[in-house]
């Protein structure tokens, strides 16, 4: 099994470099999911819980009180951690809407993010919107292959074909959220949430795998939400996250 970082020398999109590069530099591969609503409380978890990251993911609309200094905080905290920022934006609209969702409005997420994601439900054309608005300023897109709630849609053909679109646009389309591996592909980066230390679920349709399950389905980086930021201790949490996730990877690699 190639390490993350033999994988990053092998990728065009600079965001897949960087991000495979930071996580064998920096040994994690765990992704905080920010799902607060206040500046304070991003930019706390974001200061506190940066070391042991290698993105943060933010759903930037769930913030009360948003303003522009929220983003540039964020992206000095990305800086001062060397981690980047993933907002969870899940685009699913016609190209040309999607185009100015990402560059336009209050958020202007283009601007910010290193990385996005999008439905794969409206067919190429948002890859297209995305791409013309992305790719000059080196951002990478994931494509939603499937989703980790109870009854979602995203079967196995849904996947296949999400894997297709991929593959034609090599220069945007980054890997996936997804629950497992889905191609042999080294510059695919595979993401996945619905993880907690324990298996179960919310009551409102999450289920949760362990890390080691995830990463020894093939996923690259594990999605951790309310199981670090509803623990006590979030930092504490987030050190036992970052041992468990990146135990089962380097477990599988020396496997080989
Ligand atoms: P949790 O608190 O660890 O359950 O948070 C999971 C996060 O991942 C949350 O921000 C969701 O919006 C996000 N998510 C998800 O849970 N499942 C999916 O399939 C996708 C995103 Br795509």
């Known amino acids: ?30 992704c905080l999911a920010a799902d607060v609503t206040t500046k304070s409380e991003i930019l706390q978890l974001a200061d506190s819980i940066g070391p042991e990251i290698c993105v943060i993911k933010t759903h930037i609309d769930i913030v009360e009180d948003f303003d522009a200094n929220l983003v540039a905080e964020l992206q000095r905290l990305a800086e001062k951690h060397n981690f980047l920022i993933f907002e969870d934006r899940k685009f699913a609209d016609i190209g040309a809407t999607v185009q100015k969702q990402y560059q336009n409005g209050i958020y202007c997420i283009a601007d ?10 409206p067919g190429p054309g948002i890859i297209d919107g995305l791409r013309e608005a992305g790719l000059s300023k080196r951002r990478g897109l994931l494509l939603l292959a499937e989703m980790s709630a109870k009854g979602a849609l995203t079967d196995k053909l849904y996947a296949q074909k999400t894997l297709e679109m991929a593959e034609d646009n090599l220069d945007f389309v980054i890997g996936f959220v997804t629950q497992r591996k889905l191609s042999d592909n080294p510059c695919f980066i595979n993401i996945t949430p619905g993880v907690q230390l324990s298996v179960g679920n919310d009551t409102l349709g999450q289920q949760y795998n362990t890390p080691k399950t995830a990463i020894n389905a093939g ?3 594990i999605i951790v939400g309310r199981g670090i930021i509803s623990a006590p201790d979030p930092v504490a949490e987030a050190k036992k996250y970052r041992r468990a996730g990146w135990e089962a990877y380097e477990k599988l690699k020396n496997e080989d």
Do not use: E, F, G
């Open 112 to 121: 910010w993010a290193h990385i996005i994601n999008a439905h794969s439900l």
């Open 219 to 221: 996923t690259d980086v």
């Open 1 to 30: 099994m190639l390490s993350y970082s033999q994988r990053s020398t092998l990728c065009a999109n600079p965001t897949a470099k960087q991000l495979l590069y930071l996580m064998d530099s920096k040994q994690t591969n765990l």
